[in-house]
T-cell receptor, first 113, second 114 residues
Framework: DGGITQSPKYLFRKEGQNVTLSCEQN?????MYWYRQDPGQGLRLIYY???????QKGDIAEGYSVSREKKESFPLTVTSAQKNPTAFYLC????????????FGPGTRLTVL | AQTVTQSQPEMSVQEAETVTLSCTYD???????LFWYKQPPSRQMILVIR??????QNATENRFSVNFQKAAKSFSLKISDSQLGDTAMYFC???????????FGTGTRLQVFP
């Protein structure tokens, strides 16, 4: 079955530690996206990528980093510079990045202890 | 700048009844898509319905339909015969052809009561 997987589902981190969230898709989509969702709020774009080895900052990129070494994979690193990292993180992909439908993964809940 | 506004933070409806969720947007583009996504308690985002701006006919998907008013920049979602499984957050989203991202509204929390 084609789809998007995110792991882990729940992640706990101590303050000052970097942590990497995984996102993999087998839909052969060109574009991939990372969103942050805080309780009771909408989605805010962190980073996105239209092609391998290229990515752009979204609206709240500070304290985060990404890589796109393979078309299928778009990992997100939450660095210690992110002051309030506790949130729900969603990964998405789309076949055409120009405003088209995005398919979402199941999400990762990150909690900083 | 493109914006999406959902003015109803919370809505409730009784099972089997009809409910309409509102969405207004602003864009200077002529070519764009509009979407409604559903996020149930599992938090998985699911596409409910999509509308291409160049199409005059309103999109429908089973019990879900939209009222797309392009001149008014309005894109409401109607859910007919509401079911308990429709309980979720609903997000309206806008995607213009010459941009690389979707703009999401802040969401409407819908509760369906038995």
């Amino acid at each position: 079955d084609g789809g998007i997987t995110q792991s882990p589902k729940y992640l706990f981190r101590k303050e000052g530690q970097n942590v990497t969230l995984s996102c993999e898709q087998n839909l052969n989509h060109d574009a991939m996206y990372w969103y942050r969702q805080d309780p009771g709020q909408g989605l805010r774009l962190i980073y996105y990528s239209q092609i391998v080895n290229d990515f752009q900052k979204g609206d709240i990129a500070e304290g985060y980093s990404v890589s796109r070494e393979k078309k299928e994979s778009f990992p997100l690193t939450v660095t210690s510079a992110q002051k309030n990292p506790t949130a729900f993180y969603l990964c998405a992909s789309s076949i055409i990045p120009l405003g088209n439908e995005q398919f979402f993964g199941p999400g990762t809940r990150l909690t900083v202890l | 700048a493109q914006t999406v506004t959902q003015s109803q933070p919370e809505m409730s409806v009784q099972e089997a009844e009809t409910v309409t969720l509102s969405c207004t947007y602003d864009t200077s583009e002529n070519n764009y898509y509009l979407f409604w996504y559903k996020q149930p308690p599992s938090r998985q985002m699911i596409l409910v319905i999509r509308q291409e701006a160049y199409k005059q006919q309103n999109a429908t998907e089973n019990r879900f339909s939209v009222n797309f008013q392009k001149a008014a920049k309005s894109f409401s979602l109607k859910i007919s015969d509401s079911q308990l499984g429709d309980t979720a957050m609903y997000f309206c989203a806008l995607g213009a052809y010459n941009t690389d991202k979707l703009i999401f509204g802040t969401g409407t929390r819908l509760q369906v009561f038995p």
